[in-house]
Structure formats: C-alpha cells, structure tokens
C-alpha cells in the first residue's frame, strides 16, 4: 500500500512516515500543497492524508483540483481547524474522512484501513499461492495451516509478490514497491528474499520464490500455468 502524506510540520511528518511504515506502509512526503498535488498527480497512490493549512496551495485547493481531474484516491483531510464547518467543507470537496488535531496515531491507522478497505473491495482480502495464503486484514501468512512469524517489512515483501505471483518482479521494481525510498541499497531485496524463502520452506514442499536469472524474483504458484514468454522478435 502506497500513501501519499502532505504535511507542512516537518516533526509530524516524520513521525507520521515513521509509524505508517512500521504498519508496512509505503509512505511519500510533501511538505507544500504544491508538491503534494504534483505528486498525487503523477502517480497512483492508494491513500492520501492531507493537511489543510499547508503553504504554496493549502489542503482544500488540493483536494478541489484532485477531484476536479477526477482523481478518486481516498484522502483523509488533518487540521488544526476542526470546526463543523471545515468539516463539512471538506467532506463536500470530496474527502473520505476528516480528522482534527491533535489526533492518536491509532485514530489515523484506523481510519485510514477503513478508508482502503471501501475504496478496493476488488483487492483481495485473502491472497494464495498454492498453500500459502495470507490474510491481509490481520496481515498474517500461513503455510499449510500453520503462521509464519514475519517482521512488518517481510510481509509487505510477500504480500508485494503474492498480489504479482508468477511474475518476474526486478530488483528495483521490488525496492521501490516495498521499500520506496531512494537510496536503499538494493542488496537489501536479496537479503529479505533469503529470509523470506527460510521462513516460508517447507519439508518436502516445492520453493516458492524462484530466481529469474538476470531479471529479478518470481512467486510461483504450482497449480496455475505460467504466462506464455513474450514472441520472439521477427527478423525483417
Ligand atoms: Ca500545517
């Protein structure tokens, strides 16, 4: 899940980003309304929280332009202003929810899980690949029956390549899904795949992370076929 968050405080910012990422959130910053609209702009993200007194172009100019290019994201509006009116305000230009600050952090988490369980009922809630299947609610994996302890970041890994299983995800297509900094070292996707492939091995069952040489990783899923390769190009 990838969020866009458009803060002007930079401490909150931060500490927003921090905690949304501990939950396995993907999390890109702003800190102007001009930015933040840019951004939203140029790329899909699943969420947006956006704060209204931002400078440049404050939160409501935002959302106003978003919904007017017809720009469905859900956005959850944070202000200081926590008037009735504002609220309503926001509402009617098209925000899914609204919370006034100060606000704890388990508020924000879980508006924010609401609002993405609304806006994609087509994202499934249960994914699997041959006998591993992973609850995305809860965001626990098992393998025939029994859960694998995972860390928040191996299971935004899995859950990366359980909703592409049987494709070949690169290196850098990986970091900047999971990971989304710039910057990481992208020796960290190996690594996370080594213990993610530890973890999920079973006796006697088929390995389900393959390496595709010189392209990436693959999850693959035993009982469906593979897409066929692309053609071969065709001599002049
Ligand atoms: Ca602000």
Known sequence: MHLLLIEDER????????????????????????????????RVYDAIILDIMLPKLDGFAVLSRLRTQGDTTPVIVLTARGTPEERVMGLDLGADDYLPKPFH????????????????????????????????RVRVAYRSGKEIPLTPREYALLEYLMRHKNQTLSRSLILYHVWSDIGVDSNIVDVYIKRLREKLQLPNSPPLIQTVRGSGYRLRDPASPLPPPPPEPQAP
Do not use: N, W
């Open 11 to 42: 401490k909150l910012a931060a500490f927003l980003k921090h905690a949304l990422e501990e939950e396995s959130y993907s999390v890109d910053v702003a800190y102007d309304g001009e930015t933040g609209l840019t951004m939203a702009q140029q």
């Open 105 to 136: 952090l388990e508020e924000l988490l879980a508006r924010l899980r609401s609002v993405l369980r609304r806006s994609s009922p087509e994202k499934a809630i249960r994914l699997q690949c041959g006998d591993l299947i992973l609850d995305t």
